[in-house]
């Protein structure tokens, strides 16, 4: 992947984010363990996901850079109202980049998995 591919997939993300991620990566949910064990390995239609990605000051649950699709697992947080405007707003400044967010909930991706994928 040459250097110009690694600052387009990752949007000028920083060191420190990038550290974060990686422990995120080694500390994933369940939830987040179980859906990647579907995404991973072009296993989806032959698409690349990236767990744990960051992505400019964020990082995506899930990427697949060709289609710019994130795929986010959401806990019970989410329901926080706090959290929900943090996730709006977050939103919009991927959107700002062309890429798209799908949301599941921990109980989608628990108990329906296929409809999930």
């Not at 109202?81 to 109980?107: C, P, S």
Request: with cysteine.
């Amino acid at each position: 992947m040459s250097i110009s591919d690694q600052v387009n997939m990752f949007y000028n993300a920083k060191p420190a984010i990038f550290e974060k991620a990686k422990f995120l990566r080694l500390n994933m949910t369940p939830c987040e363990t179980n859906l990647w064990d579907r995404l991973k390995g072009k296993q989806v239609l032959g698409l690349k996901f990236r767990a744990q990605h960051p992505i400019d000051i964020f990082i995506a649950d899930f990427y697949c850079h060709p289609i710019k699709l994130i795929i986010e697992v959401d806990g019970g947080i989410h329901l926080n109202m706090e959290q929900k405007e943090y996730d709006i707003g977050r939103e919009a400044e991927l959107r700002h980049w062309g890429i798209d967010v799908i949301r599941f909930t921990n109980d989608e991706v628990e108990h329906n998995i296929d409809k999930v994928i």
